[in-house]
T-cell receptor, first 116, second 113 residues
Framework: AQSVSQHNHHVILSEAASLELGCNYSYGGTVNLFWYVQYPGQHLQLLLKYFSGDPLVKGIKGFEAEFIKSKFSFNLRKPSVQWSDTAEYFCAVNAYLTGTASKLTFGTGTRLQVTL | DVKVTQSSRYLVKRTGEKVFLECVQDMDHENMFWYRQDPGLGLRLIYFSYDVKMKEKGDIPEGYSVSREKKERFSLILESASTNQTSMYLC????????????FGSGTQLSVL
């Protein structure tokens, strides 16, 4: 079974600092990788995803993530964070198990707090 | 925009009660999911369904069951609620056919006393 590890549980940064959130997964087969974000009081929404092709993917709001297959990693980055990036970030991996349905497994989440 | 609607935002129930959590999506999605979200544990998959009347166990199905009689509706049932089922429950749907982007509802915060 696949699993996802997010090593940073709580990150505090000042505005304009650079961000990198770690995500490692364990699964030997083909995977699709996602980052979801949950802003305070809002529902989860997709930030970016990797299916195939260029391992550097760009998402909304200036976020990007790099898929490094040899390291089983999919770290999220942003060069300069804003106060509005305060949120909880979840990495997820998708392995095809049953028919056309895919089972998305989430990490435990990283709470990002951006201070002014 | 896809809309995933969960019937209740907050719910308080007593131990031993049967609890129904309802979820409806309006975009004709094939797949529907129930997760629970707990601090420090992230999202854990309870059950999912890839077709009407089809269901598959997720990672933590114990104490739960589901029903999908119509494509747009996916219900989560707690047969006999217990205090350790106090949690935020999230419903999600995805189109299927290779498009795995999940659309989430706003969640139901269930408290079992």
């Amino acid at each position: 079974a696949q699993s996802v590890s997010q090593h940073n549980h709580h990150v505090i940064l000042s505005e304009a600092a650079s961000l990198e959130l770690g995500c490692n997964y364990s699964y030997g087969g083909t995977v699709n990788l996602f980052w979801y974000v949950q802003y305070p009081g809002q529902h989860l929404q997709l930030l970016l995803k990797y299916f195939s092709g260029d391992p550097l993917v760009k998402g909304i709001k200036g976020f990007e993530a790099e898929f490094i297959k040899s390291k089983f990693s999919f770290n999220l980055r942003k060069p300069s964070v804003q106060w509005s990036d305060t949120a909880e970030y979840f990495c997820a991996v998708n392995a095809y198990l049953t028919g056309t349905a895919s089972k998305l497994t989430f990490g435990t989440g990283t709470r990002l707090q951006v201070t002014l | 925009d896809v809309k995933v609607t969960q019937s209740s935002r907050y719910l308080v129930k007593r131990t031993g009660e049967k609890v129904f959590l309802e979820c409806v999506q309006d975009m004709d999605h094939e797949n529907m999911f129930w997760y629970r979200q707990d601090p420090g544990l992230g999202l854990r998959l309870i059950y999912f369904s890839y077709d009407v009347k089809m269901k598959e166990k997720g990672d933590i199905p114990e104490g739960y069951s589901v029903s999908r009689e119509k494509k747009e509706r996916f219900s989560l049932i707690l047969e006999s609620a217990s205090t350790n089922q106090t949690s935020m429950y999230l419903c999600a749907s995805s189109p299927g056919g290779g498009d795995e982007k999940l659309f989430f509802g706003s969640g139901t915060q269930l408290s079992v006393l």
